[in-house]
């Protein structure tokens, strides 16, 4: 097949999503599909088969390049393949922002088989990242320019505010968006279930397949990767890594509070994060307040080649999103690769691997803080995870789902 993939995330930023989006398109690839990929950006990446879109010079979201409004994007591509009818099979778009958006457009303009993956809650994105007093007026904004571009090619659904998801004004408002994007699609993937469910609950009509965010199967090759050991009569201490995003829907400053009441009690931890982000300054300025820098070390953006090598030596990862419904591709790297996970979401139950992660009670630092506590008077629960891990690890890799992804896509096309 040949695949157009418009992803609003990819380049010069890291995360989830565009490790995600390459390691199918190398999965694919390697089984003899053409892959595509269009996104915003400023620099040509060495990877083949990427295609820059018309890119808003300022504006940023989040530190990610933005696309331009669609009608120009989709101009663009238009001029830069003058036979998209016959160039391509089937379109897969990422996100819900002006380059997805342009799929959209262009999958119905050529009639084209379009699916929609989607990757998150952007209610939450709102509710976490917009101050105060913008919050409807961001959703509201969103919702109006998502709905002038889609609204022919949908019924348009109307969320009511409620008290699960819609609390808020914006959030409703989000949620219109989320669901209008989806059922513009032919076929609908989200990472997880439970996501599923929630936009199946606000007007989702379209089928939706799970298929999980696949770790790249070079991750877990080349390297011998070995059981994860703390003994507790020796004075190393517990190690735990963070590699997402330093943001305020990850909630490193929560984490960091868990920390904090960790070394009230003991001295033996040691925590490293590798990321960029807007909470990274206050992050930063928390452990030196809190004269827990012996403790912590923030490398800031990392090539990926050396987070692996950070992997290898530590014994727990760390993901303390909460209600955004993300996978976590880092955590799920990390587990292919022996590394046992500490999280406090009840959703990610359903991503981490079986025997793989211990959950805290709650979403508060203070009940994070007793798992990390708990762990440190039992080390030997960590060999265990990671037995789990290499023994479960097979279910994450993108050999195994990207048997599911083609099976979404044969059955659209």
């Excluded at 879109?53 to 504006?59: E, I, Q, R, S």
């Excluded at 880092?330 to 139950?349: F, N, Q, R, S, W």
């Excluded at 979403?363 to 265990?384: F, Q, R, S, V, Y």
Aim: glycine share 4%.
């Amino acid at each position: 097949m040949r695949i157009a993939v418009f992803t609003d995330l990819y380049l010069e930023v890291a995360g989830g999503i565009p490790s995600s989006i390459s390691a199918q398109k190398r999965e694919l690839e390697k089984l003899g599909h053409e892959v595509t990929v269009f996104c915003p950006g400023k620099k040509m990446p060495k990877e083949k088969n990427i295609i820059l879109l018309p890119t808003a010079k300022f504006l940023k979201i989040n530190g990610a390049p933005l696309a331009k409004w669609p009608k120009t994007v989709v101009k663009y591509v238009e001029e830069k393949f003058p036979n998209f009818d016959t160039d391509f099979d089937l379109i897969h778009a990422h996100y819900e922002a002006g380059a997805s958006i342009a799929a959209v457009l262009l999958a119905k303009k050529y009639k084209k088989p379009l699916v929609q993956t989607m990757h998150g809650r952007e209610d939450m994105a709102i509710a976490v990242n917009v101050s105060h007093p913008f919050k409807t007026l961001a959703g509201f904004l969103l919702n109006h320019i998502h709905r002038h571009y889609l609204k022919e090619f949908t019924e348009d659904v109307k969320v009511k505010k409620d008290d699960y998801l819609a609390p808020t004004v914006a959030t409703r408002q989000m949620w219109e968006l989320m669901v209008r994007e989806a059922n513009c699609a032919d076929a609908v993937i989200t990472p997880s279930e439970h996501f599923a469910d929630k936009l199946k609950h606000y007007g989702v009509i379209k089928p939706i397949t799970a298929v999980s965010n696949g770790v790249s199967d070079e991750t877990v090759k080349g390297t011998d990767w070995k059981v994860r050991k703390l003994e507790k009569v020796s004075n190393e201490p517990l190690k735990i890594i963070w590699t997402s995003r330093l943001s305020k829907e990850k909630r490193i400053l929560e984490f960091l509070e868990a920390l904090k009441i960790v070394k009230e009690k003991t001295n033996k931890f040691f925590f490293t994060a590798l990321g960029d982000g807007n909470e990274l300054g206050f992050a930063m300025k928390f452990a030196e307040d809190n004269k827990m820098q012996e403790n912590c070390d923030f490398k800031g953006a990392v090539p990926h080649e050396e987070v692996l090598k950070y992997l290898e030596t530590q014994h727990l990862s760390i993901i303390n999103s909460y209600g955004f419904d993300t996978q976590g591709l880092t955590i799920l790297e990390a587990a292919a690769v022996g590394l046992p996970v500490i999280y406090c979401d009840k959703d990610m139950d359903q991503v981490v691997l079986k025997n793989g992660g211990l959950r805290a009670e709650d979403e508060t630092p203070e009940k994070m803080a007793e798992l990390i506590l708990d762990i440190i008077d039992h080390p030997a629960i960590i060999e265990e995870m990671s037995k789990a891990c290499f023994k479960n690890r097979k279910e994450v890799l993108q050999s195994t789902q990207i048997k599911n992804l083609l099976k979404v896509y044969e059955n659209i096309v």
